[in-house]
């Protein structure tokens, strides 16, 4: 495998405060900050960096307002970014700093690499038990009364031309389709075995560059549950969910964040290798969520939001 997976996501924002507060409780670990920056980490070592639009350096936005503005991809050694640096020398927007080397890719978004820094974690996951197959003995499933994200698991944008994006990850850097919607979008992962997408670039009706969401990945579909209900108990607003998307099997749930675009909680998507054939799907509600809470649930209550909060009798009592 030659990319591993996202190392850092840097997000060009105008309010730095609502940003920190946002990824504190998100469940990041802020690693640095100044007036201009932040610097949060995932338990992986993934970074989120947020930094001021005005920030000197910054790459240029891909649409107005706060966004997403530098994707680095983690590879798994030297060697394989020296052989990157020598395929990319002449691509748009060239660049070789020394440990890490980019461009920017035809939907205009600052693409970087660099031999990855995150670091392996093992972590208890209780498996969960099915008709088939009882993985969990002797043990209740947990509760988690907020998330902590193991890393930045996928990023979405929106792009003007999905058939040219999907050449230039497949053919520049070996991802690898898992399923698309004809000539509107295509899920791509980093190599034949790995999660569905690491990757997902989708064409709306009226083609334009931007930032849908990041995702990032929890243990299980419990830790969505616990994340998203915290994040609604700190006050912040729910996009959709919790919900399931039926493409790649996982749970989420969306809130929108200060620093652009959405921020996803997701576990549990499908697991594919070189033996899995992409499919084409239509878009639509059903296609994108085979279940979903529209305004999510509220954190106190534990009911959807703005439901009537329980009055202490058994859901199966008589009036």
């Not at 940003?19 to 469940?27: A, E, H, I, R």
């Amino acid at each position: 495998m030659d990319v591993l997976g996202i190392d850092e996501i840097t997000y060009g924002a105008d309010d730095l405060a609502a940003c920190k507060q946002f990824l504190s409780d998100w469940g990041l670990t802020l690693a640095e900050e100044t007036d201009k920056s932040l610097v949060f980490e995932s338990m992986n070592k993934c970074r989120v960096i947020v930094k001021t639009t005005d920030f000197p350096g910054l790459p240029p936005a891909i649409e107005d307002g706060p966004t997403l503005r530098e994707v680095v991809w983690g590879v798994s050694s030297d060697e394989v970014l020296e052989r990157f640096a020598a395929r990319l020398k002449d691509k748009p927007g060239y660049v070789n700093e020394g440990g890490r080397v980019g461009c920017t890719d035809p939907n205009g978004l600052a693409v970087r690499f660099q031999t990855t820094r995150k670091i392996d974690i093992d972590l208890d996951s209780p498996g969960m038990n099915t008709w088939g197959t009882k993985a969990r003995r002797n043990q209740r499933s947990p509760i988690y009364e907020r998330a902590t994200p193991i890393e930045v698991g996928h990023v979405v944008f929106f792009v003007k031309d999905v058939k040219a994006c999907e050449q230039f990850y497949t053919e520049n850097f070996g991802f690898v389709a898992s399923d698309r919607y004809p000539g509107k979008g295509a899920f791509l992962r980093c190599a034949p075995e790995g999660g569905h997408h690491d990757l997902f670039l989708l064409q709306p009706p009226q083609p334009r560059a931007g930032l849908n969401h990041v995702a990032f990945a929890v243990r299980d579909i419990h830790e969505v549950f616990g994340g998203g209900m915290a994040m609604a108990r700190h006050g912040w607003s729910t996009q959709l969910g919790p919900g399931r998307h039926p493409i790649s099997s996982a749970y989420f749930w969306y809130f929108n964040f200060p620093g652009g675009g959405l921020i996803e909680y997701y576990a549990d998507d499908d697991y594919l290798d070189a033996e899995w054939e992409a499919r084409d799907f239509e878009p639509g509600p059903t296609v994108f969520a085979e279940w979903a809470i529209d305004g999510g649930l509220d954190g106190n209550t534990r009911r959807q939001k703005n439901a009537k909060a329980p009055d202490g009798k058994f859901l199966t009592e008589k009036k």
